[in-house]
């Protein structure tokens, strides 16, 4: 089993930079891809980025692609959302999600997951 702590969110202007933090227990070093995805109320999960956990890859959805980095900190056992050139349509919960097996943009392939936490970017 991985446990999954996100933490970092808040409520920011347009333009702003906030950095997302996941910290994983558990079995870590079970852990093969780990990812954030974000929703709103009433949409479905968006994939947002991923990242190969014992490798380099990393990989971003085009809505995000030149404003986020997806980094990871293996010693801590931690994976960040570096969020920069914040939008009001960033404004979501932020999720992060690993899996034993697999690197995947679709949500329904990870195992484990976060609670999240909240970003509201203000216009």
């Known amino acids: 089993q991985v446990q999954l702590v996100e933490s970092g969110g808040g409520l920011v202007q347009t333009g702003a930079s906030l950095r997302l933090v996941c910290v994983a227990s558990g079995r870590t070093s079970s852990i093969y891809g780990m990812a954030w995805f974000r929703q709103v109320p009433g949409k479905e999960r968006e994939y947002v980025a991923a990242i190969w956990w014992t490798g380099i890859t990393t990989f971003y959805a085009d809505s995000v692609r030149g404003r986020f980095t997806i980094l990871k900190d293996m010693e801590k056992n931690e994976m960040y959302l570096e969020m920069t050139s914040l939008k009001p349509e960033d404004t979501a919960r932020y999720y992060c999600?690993?899996?034993?097996?697999?690197?995947?943009?679709?949500?329904?392939?990870?195992?484990?997951w976060g609670q999240g936490t909240q970003v509201t970017v203000s216009s």
């Open positions: 999600a690993a899996d034993e097996s697999r690197l995947s943009t679709v949500e329904s392939r990870y195992t484990y």
